[in-house]
C-alpha cells in the first residue's frame, strides 16, 4: 500500500474535495438475484444493475468502484438464505 500525503492550502481543499469519490452502496438480496445501487455523497446515483446471488458476482460487480465504496447496506426478505 503506498501513501501519499498531500499539502495544500485552504483555497485549494474545495477542489480537492470535489475530486474524490465516496459512493454509498445498497444491495437488495434475493434468493436468484441482487440489485445493486452505487450513489456517491452529493445524491447522483453511478450504476444501477442486477447480478446473480453468487458472492464472485456481486464482488466482480463492486470491485469496479473499489477501494472508494465508503458503506454497504443490504436488504434481506424473509426467504434469504
Request: charge should be negative; aromatic fraction near 4%.
Amino acid at each position: 500500500m503506498i501513501t501519499v500525503q498531500l499539502l495544500v492550502n485552504s483555497d485549494h481543499t474545495s477542489k480537492l474535495a470535489d475530486l474524490i469519490m465516496t459512493y454509498h452502496t445498497a444491495l437488495d438480496v434475493s434468493l436468484r438475484s441482487v440489485s445493486i445501487c452505487l450513489v456517491e455523497d452529493k445524491g447522483m446515483i453511478h450504476f444501477e444493475g442486477k447480478v446473480a446471488s453468487g458472492v464472485d458476482e456481486i464482488v466482480s460487480c463492486l470491485k469496479q468502484f473499489s477501494p472508494d465504496i465508503h458503506s454497504v447496506g443490504f436488504e434481506a426478505g424473509a426467504l434469504t438464505r
